[in-house]
C-alpha cells in the first residue's frame, strides 16, 4: 500500500515539475500568443454539393464494391457457397 501511495506521488510530483517548467516562459521572455485558428471550410461544387475530386481506390483493390448487391437483401452475411463463389470470382479476375 505505501508503495503504491509513494509511486503516485513521485509521477505526480515529476508531471507537476515538467508543467511548471513548459508552462512558464523563461525569465525575461514574452509568452508569444498562440496563432489564430483558421477556419477550413470544405470545397465545394458549383451548385453546392462537397467537391469529391481526386484519386479513389477501385473496388478491386480492397475487395468491397461501392454499391450493396441487391441480391443479398437486408443480410448481414454471405453463406458459405456465395462466400467460396465471390473467392473464385476475385482470382478469375486476377488471373486476367
Do not use: F, H
Not at 514574452?30 to 496563432?35: M, S
Not at 478491386?60 to 441487391?70: F, G, H, K, V, Y
Not at 457457397?81 to 488471373?95: A, F, M, N, P, T
Request: glycine share 6%.
Amino acid at each position: 500500500m505505501k508503495q503504491t501511495i509513494l509511486a503516485s506521488s513521485a509521477v505526480l510530483a515529476v508531471m507537476a515539475a515538467i508543467y511548471s517548467l513548459t508552462a512558464q516562459p523563461a525569465c525575461g521572455q514574452v509568452a508569444k500568443a498562440a496563432p489564430a485558428i483558421q477556419s477550413w471550410t470544405p470545397l465545394k461544387t458549383p451548385w453546392g454539393d462537397p467537391d469529391l475530386q481526386g484519386t479513389w481506390t477501385s473496388d478491386d483493390c480492397i475487395r468491397t464494391p461501392l454499391n450493396r448487391p441487391a441480391n443479398l437483401g437486408d443480410r448481414l452475411y454471405y453463406t458459405e457457397q456465395e462466400l467460396s463463389d465471390r473467392e473464385g470470382q476475385i482470382v478469375k479476375q486476377q488471373e486476367r
